[in-house]
């Protein structure tokens, strides 16, 4: 796909649904000397360390390329489900933080969840790579779109038309990053993902904010479903209120309407 393409089909995307942010393409790199030129690691950029899903407020608000190593990230959970860890058993540590701060009813609970999300292995990537989907000089892994419900209706309305299939959720409440970041890459299907407790303090991400999230390669063919799906009885963002009736009022307002003879 060219970087013409992406240009057009990000800004297609952003206009029919009316989007606030970006949306994010992201790579998973084998290394981290493959950041791009000019990519901003928070490590060394700002002097910080954060969490990913601050890395996706940066790509998707400020329109930033952001690279994400071991070093850069400071997120525990998130370090141990995107292999950043050295955990001998990352689904036995998330576990034990989920018991330890009360997410969990037991440990038996605890590590059920836990076993149940999706991650890379201890070394599996060196890097996470992160740009506005319409600056994004790579082939992305992952896209990621976040939206109000009613415009992630739509991106699931389009891929049910592409592909005939209904979009999975896996909804835990916290760590979605692996969800919305991972999953699709891992599963090569999208994700709706309600954005985790963390993500709503350290990234900003708003109460009326989900997230569609889905594998890069069918970018061109989810922007070609799109203003297609729903086009007989005229769908789109935002929805059009129904008109074609007679509002029916309070007594009060009929009663007054007589006297002065409108109605």
């Given at each position: 796909?060219?970087?013409?393409?992406?240009?057009?089909a990000?800004?297609?995307?952003?206009?029919?649904?009316?989007?606030?942010?970006?949306?994010?393409?992201?790579?998973?790199?084998?290394?981290?000397?493959d950041?791009?030129?000019?990519?901003?690691?928070?490590?060394?950029?700002?002097g910080?360390?954060?969490?990913?899903?601050?890395?996706?407020?940066?790509?998707?608000?400020?329109?930033?390329?952001?690279?994400?190593?071991?070093?850069?990230?400071?997120?525990?959970?998130?370090?141990?489900?995107?292999?950043?860890?050295?955990?001998a058993?990352?689904?036995?540590?998330l576990?034990?933080?989920?018991?330890?701060i009360?997410?969990?009813g037991?440990?038996d609970?605890?590590?059920?969840?836990?076993?149940?999300?999706?991650?890379?292995?201890?070394?599996?990537?060196?890097?996470?790579?992160?740009?506005?989907?319409?600056?994004?000089?790579?082939?992305?892994?992952?896209?990621?779109?976040?939206?109000?419900?009613?415009?992630?209706?739509?991106?699931?309305?389009?891929?049910?038309?592409?592909?005939?299939?209904r979009?999975?959720?896996?909804?835990?409440?916290?760590?979605?990053c692996?969800?919305?970041?991972?999953?699709?890459?891992?599963?090569?299907?999208?994700?709706?993902?309600?954005?985790?407790?963390?993500?709503?303090?350290?990234?900003?991400?708003?109460?009326?904010?989900?997230?569609?999230?889905?594998?890069?390669?069918?970018?061109?063919?989810?922007?070609?479903?799109?203003?297609?799906?729903?086009?007989?009885?005229?769908?789109?963002?935002?929805?059009?209120?129904?008109?074609?009736?007679?509002?029916?009022?309070?007594?009060?307002?009929?009663?007054?309407?007589?006297e002065?003879?409108?109605?």
């Open positions: 796909m060219t970087e013409t393409n992406y240009l057009e990000a800004k297609f995307i952003r206009d029919d649904l009316r989007l606030k942010t970006f949306p994010v393409a992201v790579k998973f790199l084998k290394d981290k000397a950041f791009p030129e000019k990519t901003r690691r928070p490590s060394m950029a700002m910080k360390r954060i969490a990913i899903c601050q890395g996706l407020t940066m790509a998707r608000n400020y329109g930033w390329t952001v690279g994400l190593a071991k070093e850069d990230v400071i997120c525990v959970p998130a370090a141990i489900v995107f292999g950043f860890s050295g955990s058993d990352q689904t036995k540590s576990a034990r933080l989920f018991c330890k009360n997410f969990a037991s440990d609970l605890a590590q059920q969840e836990t076993s149940s999300m999706c991650r890379f292995a201890n070394g599996e990537i060196d890097g996470i790579l992160m740009a506005p989907l319409e600056k994004a000089s790579f082939e992305p892994d992952t896209i990621v779109i976040y939206g109000n419900p009613a415009q992630v209706m739509r991106l699931t309305q389009a891929w049910s038309y592409l592909t005939g299939e979009v999975s959720g896996h909804f835990g409440g916290k760590v979605e692996d969800e919305c970041l991972i999953a699709p890459f891992k599963t090569q299907s999208p994700r709706v993902v309600i954005p985790g407790h963390g993500e709503r303090i350290f990234a900003a991400t708003q109460d009326d904010e989900l997230v569609f999230a889905f594998p890069g390669k069918f970018l061109l063919e989810l922007t070609r479903a799109l203003p297609e799906v729903g086009k007989a009885i005229g769908a789109r963002y935002p929805l059009t209120p129904y008109q074609n009736f007679q509002p029916d009022f309070p007594k009060p307002h009929k009663d007054l309407g007589k002065l003879g409108i109605l």
